[in-house]
């Protein structure tokens, strides 16, 4: 081996610059080498470099790849979305060198794709630019899963060119693109992108390079994505589960009143006795209003202006009972007494404007519920309605008929506006219905009425329930007293 071959062998030893490897062939030609001793030095020199370069190729790959699987592990540890993103392109643009990186994601719905991230612009315009499937250079990677490369964007003829997509890029200045699918199996979701405000050609080592990169950041985005879903699916769960456990809690402080009334009725409890039970359940101060005696006064002027129902809630009571008043084991055996004092609710309930809060945000027909916002109806409103009740206005218990349906809800048997539903039905529901059918029996049964042919006197205003100011009547007793 020459003296010659030496120094070429030291140059690539120490990574000297190109230009250190003409110094062998001019120094031979200085000391008067021969023409077949330069043209050796010359093809040693071209060898040389060429080492050289594949060196160097292969130093600039292995940076590369250990730049990108430092930013696919460094993505890996990301967990929200926009800082996946953005740390998507901002080491896009420095592995390639690039003045400015973009991320587009596509939009199913509206059928293309929209610039999401940018990195080094300075276009407005730019940065909230739509691309059509197949419009620009970032429509047709999009549409078409392949990676495409331009060294003059204006001067390239291959991309379909839109005055809004130029002008956008003629804003940000930009002129070499390249841009990458951001694939998962074989859906594109975005594109990838690395320019510059100059021509410049980008290698196929430098396009193989974005493209890995974006097979490794598609997947991160699609790991940030599940990460958030699953945390909105969990946030959803935990208040449908707190909405759960207060619907229980309801349930079950429903559950307790309804056995504490039951058992009271039992007793023979007064409203007193009631109003403590209720205060002790819901561990509050508790206040009454008169209920149940407005709806029975409703049901016997009710059944004394209408003869067939007086006389069928006569039929039923008298034989039953004689002179003594009903209690609980009677209740079954009263069905129509039952039906006359639903009527009558139904016509006129005692409670004639309810409220509610909304929990939650909700929508009630055509119209937007704001969670906290207070809603009122009216279930005396609701009883006069056509569409609820055919001939809503007349008097029939046999409306409340078993095996008869009613019109306000499939097998219902009790108005659906008087004592509400759901949660926040009427705990007391049970307790007022059977207290009402015994006080309606028991007056039926002893005392036959006349009602005032005025009728009730109602107040021009309601007050908090919708009971007579006053009802006279005129009382006989069914059977002389002994």
């Not at 809690?249 to 403590?276: C, K, M, N, P």
């Not at 916002?373 to 007349?394: E, I």
Request: contains cysteine; glycine residues 8%.
């Amino acid at each position: 081996m020459s003296h010659e071959h030496v120094s070429y062998l030291e140059l690539l030893a120490r990574g000297a610059a190109t230009e250190a490897y003409d110094r062998p062939v001019l120094l031979a030609r200085a000391s008067g080498a021969g023409p077949e001793t330069l043209a050796g030095l010359e093809e040693a020199k071209q060898l040389a470099l060429r080492v050289r370069a594949e060196l160097e190729g292969r130093r600039r790959r292995e940076a590369e790849l250990s730049a990108l699987f430092a930013t696919a592990h460094d993505l890996a540890g990301l967990r929200d979305l926009d800082a996946v993103l953005r740390a998507i392109v901002q080491r896009a643009r420095a592995l390639l060198g690039t003045e400015v990186a973009y991320l587009s994601l596509n939009d199913p719905a509206a059928g293309d794709t929209y610039m999401r991230v940018t990195e080094g612009s300075v276009s407005a315009r730019f940065q909230q630019l739509r691309l059509g499937m197949g419009e620009g250079l970032g429509g047709l990677v999009a549409q078409t899963a392949r990676p495409y490369v331009t060294d003059d964007y204006f001067d390239d003829e291959r991309f379909q060119h839109t005055r809004t997509i130029d002008t956008a890029v003629r804003d940000e200045g930009l002129v070499a693109i390249l841009g990458v699918p951001l694939t998962l199996g074989s859906q594109v979701i975005g594109v990838l992108f690395a320019a510059d405000r100059r021509a410049r050609v980008f290698e196929r080592e430098q396009v193989a390079l974005l493209g890995s990169f974006a097979a490794h950041a598609a997947v991160a985005i699609d790991t940030a994505n599940l990460l958030a879903e699953t945390r909105s699916a969990l946030a959803e769960l935990e208040r449908a589960n707190d909405i759960i456990r207060a619907h229980s809690a309801g349930i079950e402080r429903a559950a307790e009143v309804h056995d504490r009334l039951s058992e009271l009725v039992l007793r023979g409890g007064g409203v007193h006795d009631v109003t403590e039970a209720v205060s002790e359940v819901l561990g509050g101060t508790v206040e009454f209003t008169e209920t149940t005696a407005g709806a029975v006064c409703w049901a016997l002027y009710q059944a004394a202006r209408t003869p067939e129902a007086g006389r069928r809630l006569a039929e039923e009571c008298r034989p039953l009972l004689g002179t003594r008043a009903a209690g609980w084991d009677d209740l079954p055996h009263l069905p129509y007494t039952r039906q006359v004092l639903l009527e009558a609710t139904r016509l006129n309930p005692p409670g004639w404007l309810v409220t509610r809060t909304a929990t939650t945000d909700a929508r009630l027909g055509a119209h937007h519920v704001p969670a906290g916002a207070t809603l009122a109806y009216s279930p005396y409103l609701l009883a006069h309605l056509p569409g609820q009740y055919p001939d809503p206005d007349r008097f029939d218990p046999d409306r409340w008929a078993p095996g008869r349906q009613a019109t306000d809800g499939p097998g219902r048997q009790i108005p659906a506006s008087v004592f509400g539903g759901g949660a926040r039905q009427c705990v007391g529901q049970d307790y007022a219905l059977a207290e009402g059918v015994l006080m309606l029996a028991s007056i039926t049964a002893r005392w036959k009425l006349r009602i005032d042919p005025e009728g009730p006197r109602q107040p021009r205003l309601p007050g908090l329930t919708l009971n007579p100011l006053r009802l006279h009547v005129t009382l006989a007793p069914t059977a002389p007293r002994p």
